[in-house]
């Protein structure tokens, strides 16, 4: 067995680094490029050509974000928001996951097709109806819409993750318990949630970024309502502090801001977010 | 009074009434933990979608409380949906062969004859022409890219890691935030970083374009968004549907003397065939509902079906016809939906 360590050899390999270091670049250069161009000098963010690395960098767009109420304000409701929209989920998606994953019943299987279909509903088809829904609830303007209407997307996700993991789940924890004595309820809280504090986080993380990432109905419904917007809206809508005209300067700081939490999450979760949004894919 | 519970072996000595089995207790409790989902269901997915369906068939308005709604019937869709092909003979204007109400929408050369497609609606008909042609182009695109990137990070590398970490960054960032970074990229003169890199460096451009102001770039340019942002989400999904093929069936296949692509068509392809058939109706259908890219990049330069029906609601104030807008739109989708179900359940079964 002779070991080809030839030219073709080599040249392969020098092509291969070569197309990762290309898949890499590509991927990260718009970030970095976010990133140089938030700590440039209003004059040098229009100069042709463009600058790469800034020649004088400034924090002065940095300052001005915190400065910018109408962002600081969307950065807490987008909190605010997200974080309120998961809880509701995990708690209300959990329960339906017992239900569907552990419990036997009638009319099991249309129900799991339906909320399966649910997690591909597409929102915009129902603006106008949900907006005369959010309008009689009395909830137009407020964060109260977005926290009620985002749950059409939260709580399908949430339900079906949770009832496949349920599923994956041995039995004869339960059983024993049963035998103890311990009602259905029982087990549920006192031994499955326990269990299944990792894929409660897992999919918490992946619900609390669809929430923050969504655009259309705080869009809809917190147009004309500023203090309730979330960061997606104020940043669309950014109207500089210092700069007069397209403030690319300070929305590419804002963006740097907005960005910078989520890639934290992601990066230290990476591995369960992967596996999440695989398991929910692959596993049907 | 039978007091020994029964075993699945026995035949219980009473019968008990449904309540009080096990199963009975299951059945009861399961509905009671779906009520809250159920609920929240019908708030706000069920009524809604029923809401917009009955206002399709009115001139409601949008924020105008107290103003009469009549019903109009099938009018709404009539309007939106009615198209013709006419037939435009040499030296004639368009405006002369148009039926009332028709407006051109685009035209195409047959057999040398010009014809063209007239709506009521222009502006809804490009609007789907253009999701459609988005669609298209991003989900093959992706799913190309994707599978390469995917096969490229499968294999055993020095910071293989690293770059499944990096490959999270696009997919981390909001939507609406990349598709404000790339419009700065996108910038008209060599300020926009896209211009410089392809006049400047690269040499492949004579001179910058207008990206996003230009009718034959636009579309271009709002896929390589799309495509940065979702090329390394399709590649990671991909990158797991083909980490569960065992690598030995590679080593036996060499043996038998298969090339590295036999191997790729023949084995890897049809293993991945689940994966890649989820991927693709994920991604179908985000495209065609596509909203936040095209807003924020295009606006009123470019619409997608999602941006049209939000015109029409917030901004021509149209409630009833922008209804009917969202019908199409549910309908487009749930067609597709049943589709990939029912190819899906073939695939499982």
Redesign the interface.
């Given at each position: 067995m002779s070991s080809k360590r030839g030219f073709s050899f080599y040249a392969g390999r020098v092509l291969f680094f070569l197309v990762v270091a290309l898949i890499a670049v590509y991927t990260i250069f718009p970030f970095i490029w976010t990133v140089f161009t938030s700590l440039k000098s209003e004059d040098e963010l229009f100069s042709t050509p463009t600058t790469y690395i800034p020649t004088h960098p400034t924090l002065a767009n940095y300052a001005a974000v915190f400065q910018n109420e109408k962002f600081i304000r969307g950065l807490f409701n987008s909190a605010v928001v997200s974080l309120s929209v998961v809880l509701l989920s995990l708690a209300i998606g959990s329960f339906a996951a017992y239900a569907l994953g552990r419990l036997k019943f009638r009319g099991k299987r249309p129900v799991m097709y339906i909320i399966l279909a649910m997690t591909l509903f597409p929102q915009v088809a129902i603006l106008a109806g949900l907006f005369a829904v959010v309008r009689e609830l009395n909830l137009y303007g407020s964060i109260g819409s977005l926290i009620t209407s985002y749950l059409i997307f939260t709580l399908p996700f949430t339900a079906w993750v949770l009832t496949s993991f349920f599923r994956s789940l041995p039995g004869e924890l339960e059983q024993a318990a049963l035998v103890d004595g311990a009602t259905p309820l029982q087990t549920f809280y006192m031994i499955l949630l326990p269990l299944s504090a990792p894929a409660l986080v897992t999919t918490g993380l992946l619900a609390f970024i669809s929430a923050w990432n969504e655009y259309l109905f705080a869009l809809t419904f917190t147009l004309t309502t500023p203090a309730a917007q979330t960061v997606t809206v104020a940043i669309s809508q950014f109207t500089g502090v210092i700069a007069r005209q397209d403030p690319f300067g300070e929305v590419m700081a804002a963006a740097v801001v907005v960005t910078i939490p989520l890639l934290v999450l992601v990066l230290v979760f990476q591995r369960r977010i992967v596996e999440g949004l695989t398991a929910g894919a692959v596993k049907g | 009074m039978a007091t020994v519970a029964s075993t699945p072996a026995s035949k219980p000595a009473v019968r008990r009434g449904r309540e009080q089995t096990l199963?009975g207790?299951?059945?009861r409790?399961?509905?009671l933990?779906?009520i809250?989902?159920f609920l929240?269901?019908v708030?706000?997915?069920f009524?809604?979608?029923?809401?917009?369906?009955m206002?399709s068939f009115t001139d409601e308005l949008?924020a105008h409380p107290g103003a009469i709604v009549h019903n109009v019937g099938l009018d709404n869709y009539r309007q939106l949906l009615s198209v013709q092909i006419v037939a435009l003979p040499d030296g004639k204007r368009p405006a002369e062969v148009l039926p009332d109400g028709y407006r051109e929408s685009s035209r195409f050369t047959l057999m040398g004859g010009t014809y063209i497609i007239a709506a009521t609606d222009r502006d809804f008909i490009q609007a789907l022409g253009n999701t459609i042609t988005f669609t298209v182009s991003s989900v093959v695109l992706e799913l190309l890219l994707g599978l390469g990137?995917a096969m490229?990070?499968n294999?055993k590398?020095r910071?293989r890691g690293a770059?499944?970490?990096?490959?999270?960054?696009?997919?981390?960032?909001?939507?609406?935030?990349?598709a404000?970074?790339?419009q700065?990229?996108f910038?008209d003169?060599?300020?926009?970083?896209i211009n410089?890199l392809l006049v400047?460096k690269l040499h492949i451009l004579p001179e910058s374009q207008a990206w996003l102001a230009t009718n034959a770039l636009q579309m271009p340019a709002i896929i390589a968004v799309d495509v940065?942002k979702t090329v390394?989400?399709m590649a990671?999904?991909l990158l797991?549907?083909l980490q569960?093929i065992p690598g030995d069936i590679y080593e036996a296949a060499a043996v038998d003397g298969a090339t590295g692509f036999q191997q790729f068509l023949r084995m890897t392809l049809p293993l991945l065939r689940?994966?890649i058939l989820?991927?693709l109706i994920?991604r179908t259908?985000d495209a065609?509902?596509a909203?936040?890219v095209f807003?924020?990049l295009l606006g009123p330069k470019l619409r997608s079906?999602?941006t049209y029906?939000?015109e029409k609601?917030?901004g021509s104030q149209l409630?009833g016809y922008?209804?009917a807008v969202?019908?199409f739109?549910?309908l487009m989708?749930f067609i597709f939906?049943v589709i990939?179900?029912t190819v899906?359940r073939v695939e499982?079964e």
């Open positions: - | 199963g207790r299951q059945t409790l399961a509905y933990l779906l809250p989902t929240i269901l708030v706000v997915a009524y809604p979608l029923g809401r917009t369906f206002a949008f990137v490229v990070v294999s590398f910071g770059m499944r970490t990096a490959m999270l960054i696009p997919w981390a960032i909001p939507t609406v935030v990349s404000k970074i790339w700065f990229m910038n003169s060599s300020a926009g970083v410089d400047n940065w390394p989400f990671l999904l797991a549907g569960i689940p994966t989820i991927a994920f259908l065609l509902r909203f936040d807003a924020v079906l999602a029906d939000f609601l917030t409630y922008s209804s969202g019908v739109i549910f989708l939906t990939y179900m899906l499982t």
